[in-house]
């Protein structure tokens, strides 16, 4: 071979084999192509692992936390409950079928057809995670259901592959159905509303079931962007985007033939409602709300079940009702009180409870000036007297037990007693001589008159005559609790504790011509996998309905001319008693219709609520009075709670009127009929209470008839061997209207 030959095949060989660490000789296709590949594979691996490595977790807290409602008797909803998130869980059944296609077209036209996964989006999301870009879109709908219900809302690269393989896992376990439930019921719509029913309610003040296809739309489109996007708050290009978005919505609807093209066009774009404040315990909501849990515990709903989230709980509340009731302790009270400058004026409490006597559905409450202020609710509170509220059972225990007086006259309306101030009770192991209102003598005085005017030595002798006892048994039958509640002569005078809620109770039997009538406040309470059925409380026969309809015509009398006047209107038929207890600590007022009991009381209370203090000087009218603005109260509501007022009377039956003696009145005794005088002037010291140890001891022997004028009393003696009975202050001066300027408790 020549010298030439020789040096082409050297060049060859150099084109061959490369010169030793060049860079060519590191990027052939070959070992492009296989790096590749191992890279496919080694990714492939580690997805594997991942996929293997990675379970479904459990849903996260928030996920699965949700609000408890409590709603009116009609469905409004009053206030919503539960640590910081508005959200009710709903059935995907509960939502139409064009507002779940809403939401899928918005966010995922093939969600019914694909894996649970874009990849593409995906991968496009870790990306911009990786550059820093923050959060990024892009995903299916299971995941966006992947990540608010098992996940985090972190943006980093580990919770995007966990979503990832999660979605894929989820994908094949679950149906779409429920995946598409979970994505709605868990998505964020802004105005504090998670989920879809609470969505509704923020936007539209509907119902998830009620939505319409537009509506839907709407809040399918929100998800995007649910501050931007919110119509009332929105910018003017807020607003732009948010009808871009709605229109694309319903375009994809009419593209994936969920929607008709005429359909479409007969849409129009539903602009929410305005946002409301949240509904939370302010007001009188935390009082309802309380009162409904208090009911609900024993109805076997626990705090514990109630925390749990996800309960509706309808009330029996009348909206309606409950807004009379609120407006006229405001008008009649409220507005007239002076709490920041007047030291009387701060310490006044009002409570009530309003009731159907029908049924015992508590239509109306007031717990108090705000719940988030004063947390003790006035409605339900049992650490007061209920005051001579108290003396119309003592004449239905008279009645039902068909007692007599102590010259063995039948008990009824016409039956007479001596109405003397101080008068000791005859025939009582227990002394007792309580004061009437001003000290003021009525003489020979019939049952019915005694109620007008709620004359204690009258009510004191009958309770004897009756027996504690017997009394008490027939108070506990018609609702009294047994709180503080000695058989002693003292609790004619209403010296038990009561609230307005017990004392309502039992003023709704003798509405209800005495069968039982309990109070409750819980109409139904229902969860997505539990639903409670309030026990019926049971309504037996506490008291005959004589009894309990001579009573109701007693109290008639109270209202048409007694101490109760300031409730008398034409306008209803009604009935009722006033009560003030001792010291002017509490004020009562307790009435009824033939359609509705209601009990309004004021409380004097100090020392935030550890103290009771006496009521006198209130809005600056003297003594406090049953009769003046509890009775005002009563009558403002009634009224209005009645729309105007109602036709419907009693139906009273077999009333007794009672036996009527009529032995001669001493010379010089009280006239049966005193004189009426002018009203003493108020002052703010309370008149005299009844001395707990009695000037008097009963005589050991009878005088021939208690219900006859007073006995000459023996000597005044002490009585060593038993204790004194409190008494009560029943009765102040001042003036009432269309009265005899005597203002009785």
Request: proline share 7%; net charge negative.
């Amino acid at each position: 071979m020549g010298r030439a030959d020789a040096r082409r095949a050297q060049a060859r060989e150099s084109r061959r084999v490369p010169k030793s660490g060049g860079i060519r000789g590191l990027f052939t296709w070959k070992k492009l192509l296989g790096a590749f590949f191992g890279i496919v594979l080694l990714g492939m691996g580690a997805f594997g692992a991942l996929y293997v490595y990675v379970d479904v977790p459990a849903a996260n807290a928030m996920a699965e936390r949700q609000s408890n409602v409590y709603q009116y008797s009609d469905g409004t909803v009053l206030a919503r409950t539960g640590k910081g998130v508005n959200r009710q869980i709903v059935d995907l059944d509960d939502v139409p079928t064009k507002v779940q296609h809403a939401f899928v077209a918005a966010e995922n036209k093939s969600f019914y057809d694909d894996e649970g996964v874009d990849l593409k989006g995906t991968t496009r999301a870790l990306l911009n995670t990786l550059r820093g870009k923050g959060k990024q879109g892009g995903s299916t709908i299971t995941q966006q259901y992947v990540k608010n219900f098992y996940l985090t809302q972190d943006p980093t690269v580990s919770r995007k592959l966990k979503e990832l393989v999660i979605s894929l896992k989820v994908d094949q376990q679950e149906s779409k159905e429920t995946i598409l439930a979970g994505y709605i019921n868990t998505a964020y719509y802004g105005r504090g509303a998670s989920g879809i029913q609470a969505a509704a309610q923020a936007y539209y003040g509907v119902d998830a079931k009620d939505l319409n296809v537009s509506q839907g739309a709407y809040l399918a489109s929100l998800l995007q962007a649910p501050s931007q996007y919110d119509w009332n708050t929105a910018t003017d290009t807020g607003k732009k985007l948010v009808k871009e978005r709605w229109a694309y919505t319903l375009r994809n609807m009419v593209e994936m033939k969920w929607l008709t093209e005429s359909e479409k066009a007969g849409l129009k774009f539903p602009y929410p409602d305005k946002p409301k404040p949240a509904q939370g315990m302010e007001g009188q909501a935390g009082y309802l709300v309380e009162a409904a849990n208090e009911e609900l515990e024993k109805q076997g709903v626990s705090a514990a079940d109630r925390d749990a989230g996800g309960w509706t709980f309808t009330l029996t509340v009348d909206e309606k009702r409950q807004k009379a009731l609120e407006k006229s302790v405001d008008d009649q009270l409220e507005s007239k009180l002076d709490r920041e400058g007047n030291k009387v004026d701060a310490t006044v409490q009002a409570g009530a409870t309003s009731v159907d006597p029908k049924t015992g559905e508590v239509v109306a409450l007031y717990g108090g000036e705000d719940y988030v202020k004063h947390y003790i609710s006035n409605a339900t509170r049992q650490d007061y007297q209920p005051a001579s509220t108290f003396k119309p059972l003592v004449l239905a225990s008279a009645l039902e037990n068909e007692s007599k007086t102590q010259d063995g006259s039948l008990i009824g309306l016409n039956t007479m007693y001596d109405g003397t101030s101080k008068r000791p009770v005859v025939g009582s192991d227990t002394p007792f001589a309580p004061q009437n209102e001003d000290d003021r003598s009525y003489g020979r005085i019939s049952v019915q008159k005694a109620m007008n005017s709620s004359v204690n030595s009258v009510f004191a002798q009958m309770i004897v005559d009756v027996t504690p006892a017997a009394v008490k048994e027939t108070a506990l039958a018609v609702g009294v609790p047994d709180k503080n509640f000695p058989e002693r002569p003292a609790v004619t005078l209403g010296t038990m504790n009561a609230s307005t809620w017990d004392m309502a109770g039992a003023y709704a039997t003798l509405d209800n011509h005495g069968r039982k009538v309990t109070p409750h406040i819980v109409k139904a309470a229902e969860h997505r996998d539990r639903t409670v059925t309030p026990e019926k409380p049971k309504r037996q026969q506490a008291i005959s309905r004589a009894s309990a309809d001579t009573v109701t015509k007693a109290l008639t009398g109270v209202v048409d001319a007694g101490s109760g006047s300031a409730a008398n209107t034409p306008a209803y038929d009604a009935a009722g008693k006033t009560g003030t207890s001792e010291d002017n600590k509490s004020a009562w007022f307790a009435g009824y219709t033939p359609e509705l009991t209601t009990v309004v009381a004021l409380f004097g209370e100090g020392d935030g609520g550890r103290k009771q203090v006496s009521l006198t000087g209130t809005a600056n009218s003297g003594r406090a009075s049953g009769g003046g603005f509890p009775a005002r109260i009563w009558a403002d509501y009634t009224l209005g709670a009645l729309g105007g007022g109602s036709d419907k009377t009693f139906d009273l039956q077999g009333v007794e009127r009672g036996e009527v003696p009529a032995p001669p009145t001493p010379s010089g005794s009280p006239s049966e009929e005193p004189a009426r005088t002018q009203a003493p002037t108020p002052s703010d010291t309370p008149s005299q209470t009844p001395s707990e140890t009695p000037t008097e001891t009963p005589s050991t022997t009878p005088p021939p008839s208690s219900s006859s004028s007073p006995p000459v009393p023996p000597p005044a003696t002490k009585s060593p061997e038993l204790p004194p009975e409190p008494g009560e202050d029943d009765g102040q001066p001042g003036e009432r209207p269309g009265g005899n300027g005597l203002l009785e408790q």
